[in-house]
């Protein structure tokens, strides 16, 4: 199915009630001014898109409320805003596999969701945002990003594995934006293995701030 041209392709739960589990496969996304694919209210759950391609939209896939739990496969070029935004966090998880982006900013998991990357190519013309992590879980695994980078904020906690990031600012860290303990209910905590960020190359690594105001690095050192 295509859907060309307007604010929103598809709203899910305009009228504040439902509108859970829907599958969208290898549907057509184009110049969308609000978004693509928009959830409007909590009960909004368990959308699935596989496969097909946003192009042109201000936010491709956009979770305002309720979950798009499952996004696998899925081409975005040019998002004014974004490809993926969540704006909510309510107990819900989300998977991005197999996709492929051709925006300046892939995610804004600004709803601290609990968030699974895997095997995702980010390739925008110009410096952007691959992840901004907001608080919340994140896992990155075995994907690469030419001119994004990653953002933690508040009490993100997030592992970075088997990636490749070709910007040498590929981390963009502010200690004065950190939630660290006790001051704070939950911490920041970053791990980093085998993950290539411009020329270096990190084996394995844990950031951390102790206080609010600096970046505490642990190696970790093989027996």
Request: proline letters at 3%; glycine letters at 12%; aromatic letters at 8%.
């Amino acid at each position: 199915m295509h859907f060309d041209g307007g604010a929103i392709g598809v709203e899910i739960g305009h009228s504040g009630f439902m509108g859970s589990e829907n599958l969208f496969l290898d549907c057509h996304w184009l110049s969308l001014t609000i978004g693509g694919l928009l959830t409007s209210n909590p009960n909004a759950l368990q959308q699935t898109v596989i496969g097909g391609n946003f192009q042109g939209c201000n936010r491709a896939i956009f979770a305002g409320a309720g979950s798009v739990p499952t996004i696998h496969g899925v081409g975005f070029q040019t998002s004014a805003d974004c490809d993926i935004y969540t704006g909510t966090l309510s107990n819900n998880a989300m998977s991005v596999q197999g996709c492929r982006s051709k925006s300046v900013n892939f995610i804004n998991n600004a709803g601290g969701q609990s968030l699974h990357v895997a095997g995702c190519s980010h390739v925008g013309s110009s410096n952007g945002c691959f992840l901004a992590q907001p608080g919340g879980f994140a896992v990155v695994l075995a994907c690469i990003s030419n001119l994004g980078n990653v953002v933690p904020t508040l009490w993100a906690t997030m592992r970075i594995e088997n990636s490749w990031f070709k910007r040498d600012d590929w981390l963009l860290l502010d200690a004065t934006h950190l939630w660290w303990k006790p001051n704070n209910s939950s911490a920041f905590c970053l791990e980093l293995e085998n993950v290539t960020g411009g020329s270096i190359e990190t084996r394995r690594q844990r950031l951390m701030t102790p206080d609010g105001e600096t970046i505490t690095t642990l190696n970790y050192q093989l027996a």
